[in-house]
Structure formats: structure tokens, C-alpha cells
């Protein structure tokens, strides 16, 4: 496609579950955030790949989260033994070649841990 | 260390009026870059602007129109003649180098504007 698809678009999990979301940005893209964002905030920076490797993963939060960009497109954020502060909107923007350039995001995966 | 600081969590005007959104960034690089993102009911953030440190000129594009003042640390968005189309929440963004290369991009909290009929 176009632009960036993230999914699932909605992902319900139970407590202490185990999800993946996906990432699948603009072709051509070597920069991929990602971000979350919790109702009335503003995106919170998570992780930054430049290419297969994390630029900058200082954003994620503890030891359950982890993203990984195996061939430089697709990324999967992986969070571990969910918990209920988790819940948030994860968003997943690319760019055309680094942090200074226009970052085109994706609709966002709506995540609740219940 | 990278700040940016929204001030007005909301704003509501009534339509044809101007408004302007605030945006006061904190940065200890010399290079950065300033963005402006809106983020309608759909929930996308789509890109509405960006400028480098370097680069101290204000912009005006139809409606909208940015002001940075390097002086004050500030990168403030106005809105002419508002319409109701333009309710949503903008987000102020600022990017620099990180410690491992690359830049890294922050957003402040955001500014819901609500743009009545």
C-alpha cells in the first residue's frame, strides 16, 4: 500500500499475555518509529530503527517490550506478560531517511489489556 | 535533554476567528528540526510542517502560518480565519541528534481546538 499499515487495528489481550504488533511502513523507508500514546497525550516516543538496527530504544519502558526490524522493513513490537497500564494506542510512523525528515504514521493499533 | 511544552491543553473558538497554538521547545544541540502534526477525530497525525534550526523564516501556507523565534525558543502555529474543519488536536514536535546517530523526534502534549459553528 501507500502509506503505513499497522496491525491489528484493535487488539484486546488478558493480563499477562503475550501480543505482537505489526509495522509495515512505506516502501523505501529507512527510518521506523514507534510510539504510544494513552488518551488526552501526545505520542510518547518508544523506539527508532535506521535500517535492521534500533538507533534508539532508550523510550521503552522495561524488559516486556521489545521491537525488533529484521530486513530493514517490517517491524514487530512485541510486549510480554501484558499488564493493564499497557493499554494505549501504538503508533508506527516511518520516514525517508532519518528523524529530520516528514514522519508519515499509521492509523495506530488500539491495544486494552483487560 | 529534549523538552516540548504546549501550554494550552484546549482552545475553543468560534468560526472566522484567528487562533494561535504555542509551542516552547528545549534543546542543548545547535541542529534541530521543529514539526507541527494535526491529529483530526480519525486519529492519523498527518504532517503539516517542518523546519531546521538554521532556518528562522515564518511560513505561511493558505490559512496556516508558523512563527519561530530562535530568541524565546518558540515555534507557534496560527490558524486565519478558523473553520470547523480544523477542529482536532495539534501536536508540536522537535527532533535532534540522539546519542547513537540518527534523530530522534518528541512530541509535546498536544492542543485540542475546538472550532464551533
Known amino acids: 500500500g501507500a502509506g503505513v499499515s499497522q496491525t491489528p487495528s484493535n487488539k484486546v489481550t488478558e493480563k499477562g499475555k503475550y501480543v505482537e504488533l505489526r509495522c509495515d511502513p512505506i516502501?523505501?523507508?529507512?527510518?521506523l518509529y514507534w510510539y504510544r500514546q494513552s488518551l488526552g497525550q501526545g505520542p510518547e516516543f518508544l523506539i527508532y530503527?535506521?535500517?535492521?538496527?534500533?538507533?534508539?530504544d532508550s523510550g521503552l519502558p522495561n524488559d516486556r517490550f521489545f521491537a525488533v526490524r529484521p530486513e530493514g522493513s517490517v517491524s514487530t513490537l512485541k510486549i510480554q506478560r501484558t499488564e493493564r497500564g499497557d493499554s494505549a494506542v501504538y503508533l508506527c510512523?516511518?520516514?525517508?531517511?532519518?528523524?529530520?525528515?516528514?514522519?508519515?504514521f499509521g492509523q495506530g493499533t488500539r491495544l486494552t489489556v483487560v | 535533554a529534549q523538552k516540548v511544552t504546549q501550554a494550552q491543553t484546549e482552545i475553543s473558538v468560534v468560526e472566522k476567528e484567528d487562533v494561535t497554538l504555542d509551542c516552547v521547545y528545549e534543546?542543548?544541540?545547535?541542529?534541530?528540526?521543529l514539526f507541527w502534526y494535526k491529529q483530526p477525530p480519525s486519529g492519523e497525525l498527518v504532517f503539516l510542517i517542518r523546519?531546521?534550526?538554521?532556518?528562522?523564516q515564518n511560513e505561511i501556507s493558505g490559512r496556516y502560518s508558523w512563527n519561530f523565534q530562535k530568541s524565546t525558543s518558540s515555534f507557534n502555529f496560527t490558524i486565519t480565519a478558523s473553520q470547523v474543519v480544523d477542529s482536532a488536536v495539534y501536536f508540536c514536535?522537535?527532533?535532534?541528534?540522539?546519542?547513537?546517530?540518527?534523530?530522534?523526534?518528541?512530541f509535546g502534549a498536544g492542543t485540542r481546538l475546538f472550532v464551533k459553528a
Open positions: 510512523a516511518s520516514s525517508s531517511f532519518d528523524g529530520n525528515t516528514e514522519a508519515f
Open positions: 516502501s523505501g523507508h529507512t527510518a
Open positions: 530503527f535506521q535500517g535492521t538496527g534500533a538507533a534508539d
Open positions: 534543546t542543548r544541540d545547535t541542529t534541530y528540526y
Open positions: 523546519r531546521n534550526s538554521f532556518d528562522e
Open positions: 514536535a522537535l527532533s535532534e541528534a540522539g546519542a547513537t546517530g540518527g534523530f530522534k523526534t518528541i
